[in-house]
């Protein structure tokens, strides 16, 4: 029977692994006098895992209701939201908004959450008094309260059930890790070069942890190291005495033995010569071994060894400068620093300071030693995905580096304030090269960093 006392009830239903879900959280009812927004944002009617779901724009699409129809129907359409990958109905790209039907498939991007929409008739069935002629309304149905309040064995252990999530999406490795080297630092107490060595590397490995996320490309972390390991090879290596012959002999790049007596003017150009340019170059040397490697190797080695698009170039550059970093706080800065406060004040003042030095410097390499290379590994890696340019673009990536290199290194002897500012700029012109590189990758459907990206 279908009169005053039925309704048509509308509804979408979530798709998983190309199955129905049959849990009430999949299935979301779509109100006559209300549109639903899907997406990743919490203001959304329906809000999608932004982890599991990281194809989804913040406000994906919308489903809105329009008037009764003649039959007495509700009717609905779907509309896009400019999002950044498409929303697709029954397969095709949806263009503009386009009616809803029993059945039909709506996909966020390609290969994204799936929702069917249905719909039923709903009786609403009323019992009527004849002695009073009143209208009763019928008894809500509870019975499945009992199935709400019961609690399974999976709630209680949540852990059995949570499989590979604890490390897609809980950050298992990055926890283990930091469980290991809480570790090392207890072991290490009472050893201070040690635990100076634990304390270095776990800050410079969360540092990295940082701009390979935002990278969003997966790498072996083996080739990573070897970055790190190569770099500091270079620099215990003959190699840079030759360096320093050229840039800081040959070149400019000298500095006199009291800063006072020189301007600002030249105290830039020497850095610009003595630490800008020869140091980058240091650091790219093993980017460009990766290159050249990679290129000689069959895929998949190939890819993921070499260099092949700036997002490579920014891991491996990021890379390197993790191992220039700790190599000159940990063999320089903190020993000299260490040795002089211990001959004035004692071991124990030298060993505080020496603490408090190594702290700030590899924390800062965001900002400083991984912020330069990590923007000229931008360089390197867009001069291999357009070679035509190559030249110049390699030109004009190691100037801009050696120029922010230089700047903050001059900047140091002058004012804090000015080194905040700079250090601030190296950071923005790295993320830059960051967002930039995910929006020329060739690989960029495939970029776990998606869940960054803003909707269009």
Same mark, same amino acid.
């Given at each position: 029977?279908?009169?005053?006392?039925?309704?048509?009830?509308?509804?979408?239903?979530?798709?998983?692994?190309?199955?129905?879900?049959?849990?009430?959280?999949?299935?979301?009812?779509?109100? $006559?006098?209300?549109?639903?927004?899907?997406?990743?944002?919490?203001?959304?009617?329906?809000?999608?895992?932004?982890?599991?779901?990281?194809?989804? %724009?913040?406000?994906?699409?919308?489903?809105?209701?329009?008037?009764?129809?003649?039959?007495?129907?509700?009717?609905?359409?779907?509309?896009?939201?400019?999002? &950044?990958?498409?929303?697709? /109905?029954?397969?095709?790209?949806?263009?503009?908004?386009?009616?809803? !039907?029993?059945?039909?498939?709506?996909?966020?991007?390609?290969?994204? $959450?799936?929702?069917?929409?249905?719909?039923?008739?709903?009786?609403? $069935?009323?019992?009527?008094?004849?002695?009073?002629?009143?209208?009763?309304?019928?008894?809500?149905?509870?019975?499945?309260?009992? !199935? !709400?309040?019961?609690?399974?064995?999976?709630?209680?252990?949540?852990?059995?059930?949570?499989?590979?999530?604890?490390?897609?999406?809980?950050?298992?490795?990055?926890?283990?890790?930091?469980?290991?080297?809480?570790?090392?630092?207890?072991?290490?107490?009472?050893?201070?070069?040690?635990?100076?060595?634990?304390?270095?590397?776990?800050?410079?490995?969360?540092?990295?942890?940082?701009?390979?996320?935002?990278?969003? +490309?997966? +790498?072996?972390?083996?080739?990573?190291?070897?970055?790190?390991?190569?770099?500091?090879?270079?620099?215990?290596?003959?190699?840079?005495?030759?360096?320093?012959?050229?840039?800081?002999?040959?070149?400019?790049?000298?500095?006199?033995?009291?800063?006072?007596?020189?301007?600002?003017?030249?105290?830039?150009?020497?850095?610009?010569?003595?630490?800008?340019?020869?140091?980058?170059?240091? +650091?790219?040397?093993?980017?460009?071994?990766?290159?050249?490697?990679? %290129?000689?190797?069959?895929?998949?080695?190939?890819?993921?060894?070499?260099?092949?698009?700036?997002?490579?170039?920014?891991?491996?550059?990021?890379?390197? &400068?993790?191992?220039?970093?700790?190599?000159?706080?940990?063999?320089?800065?903190?020993?000299?620093?260490?040795?002089?406060?211990?001959?004035?004040?004692?071991?124990?003042?030298?060993?505080?300071?020496?603490?408090?030095?190594?702290?700030?410097?590899?924390?800062?390499?965001?900002?400083? !030693?991984? &912020?330069?290379?990590?923007?000229?590994?931008?360089?390197?890696?867009?001069?291999?995905?357009?070679?035509?340019?190559?030249?110049?673009?390699?030109?004009?990536?190691?100037?801009?580096?050696?120029? /922010?290199?230089?700047?903050?290194?001059?900047?140091?002897?002058?004012?804090?304030?000015?080194?905040?500012?700079?250090?601030?700029?190296?950071?923005?012109?790295?993320? &830059?090269?960051?967002?930039?590189?995910?929006?020329?990758?060739?690989?960029? %459907?495939?970029?776990?960093?998606?869940?960054?990206?803003?909707?269009?």
């Amino acid at each position: 029977m279908t009169g005053k006392n039925a309704r048509h009830k509308a509804f979408l239903r979530l798709v998983s692994s190309n199955v129905v879900a049959s849990s009430t959280e999949s299935r979301y009812s779509l109100l $006559p006098n209300q549109e639903m927004v899907i997406g990743r944002d919490t203001s959304c009617q329906v809000v999608l895992d932004a982890m599991m779901y990281r194809m989804v %724009s913040r406000r994906h699409a919308v489903v809105r209701p329009l008037s009764l129809s003649p039959d007495g129907k509700f009717s609905w359409i779907i509309c896009d939201l400019s999002s &950044a990958n498409g929303t697709f /109905l029954n397969g095709q790209l949806l263009q503009g908004s386009q009616e809803l !039907h029993h059945g039909d498939h709506i996909s966020l991007g390609a290969d994204g $959450p799936q929702f069917i929409f249905e719909y039923e008739f709903v009786p609403q $069935p009323t019992a009527i008094s004849a002695s009073q002629g009143t209208v009763i309304a019928p008894r809500p149905n509870i019975q499945h309260q009992s !199935h !709400h309040d019961s609690v399974s064995f999976t709630q209680l252990f949540p852990i059995i059930s949570t499989g590979k999530d604890l490390t897609r999406k809980a950050y298992l490795i990055p926890g283990i890790l930091t469980v290991i080297f809480v570790v090392l630092m207890f072991a290490t107490v009472g050893h201070p070069q040690a635990n100076q060595v634990i304390v270095g590397s776990y800050i410079a490995s969360a540092a990295y942890y940082f701009v390979y996320q935002l990278c969003g +490309k997966q +790498k072996p972390w083996w080739v990573l190291i070897a970055m790190a390991l190569s770099t500091m090879l270079i620099l215990l290596s003959p190699l840079l005495d030759f360096f320093i012959f050229v840039f800081r002999v040959l070149l400019p790049g000298s500095l006199p033995i009291s800063q006072d007596s020189i301007t600002f003017t030249e105290l830039l150009v020497r850095m610009f010569f003595g630490a800008g340019l020869m140091e980058e170059l240091l +650091k790219a040397l093993p980017i460009f071994g990766a290159y050249f490697i990679g %290129s000689y190797l069959p895929s998949p080695w190939r890819e993921k060894i070499g260099v092949w698009e700036p997002l490579d170039g920014i891991l491996l550059g990021t890379a390197s &400068a993790v191992g220039f970093t700790l190599l000159e706080t940990l063999g320089q800065y903190v020993p000299v620093i260490t040795q002089n406060v211990t001959q004035q004040a004692g071991v124990g003042a030298g060993q505080l300071v020496g603490l408090q030095l190594l702290i700030p410097r590899i924390l800062g390499s965001v900002a400083g !030693h991984m &912020a330069y290379s990590g923007y000229l590994g931008y360089f390197i890696g867009l001069a291999v995905l357009k070679p035509s340019m190559g030249w110049q673009i390699l030109t004009v990536g190691y100037l801009s580096a050696s120029a /922010l290199h230089a700047l903050w290194n001059a900047t140091g002897s002058i004012n804090a304030l000015l080194l905040v500012i700079v250090g601030v700029l190296s950071y923005a012109f790295l993320m &830059a090269a960051i967002l930039k590189a995910r929006v020329l990758s060739p690989t960029r %459907s495939q970029n776990f960093a998606t869940r960054f990206l803003e909707p269009k």
